[in-house]
């Protein structure tokens, strides 16, 4: 259910997890990877790739769910797919970029992560953020 792969994504994030391993790991169980090997590959794509604010990290980790989970797709047809997926992130939160989601946090590109305080947590939509990704994402991984 997507409630519960939801949750899991917001618990990862709470946990400490970037927004890309958040929504990846939440599916690992409808994309066919081991959520270490996800864990892994998703990591460099915390904080809009590299904490370079660019692609939102949620959005990394839904669109590597979909291909780990269609790897005999075409090029245009995980393309299509892919494009849905982004468009609804996109329509909802009007913007897939890192930067504009978090217009309201003050910007810190370096490449040291934030430390996981009350206050990071309080400030940032990410929570809401990668579990909508992972309602997306958990309807093209079916």
Do not use: W
């Amino acid at each position: 259910m997507s409630e519960d792969r939801a949750e899991r994504a917001k618990e990862y994030f709470y946990s400490g997890f970037n927004c890309a391993q958040s929504v990846a790991m939440a599916l690992s169980d409808l994309s066919g990877l081991p959520t270490d090997t996800l864990k892994a590959v998703s990591a460099p794509f915390g904080g809009g790739v590299a904490r370079s604010r660019q692609l939102c990290g949620a959005v990394s980790g839904m669109l590597m769910s979909i291909g780990a989970a269609h790897p005999d797709y075409s090029k245009a047809e995980i393309y299509s797919v892919s494009r849905q997926a982004m468009d609804e992130f996109s329509e909802r939160f009007g913007t897939m970029t890192c930067a504009e989601l978090l217009k309201d946090v003050e910007a810190d590109s370096s490449p040291l992560p934030s430390e996981r305080t009350a206050k990071y947590y309080a400030e940032r939509p990410c929570a809401e953020i990668v579990a909508f990704a992972a309602k997306i994402a958990e309807k093209y991984l079916k």
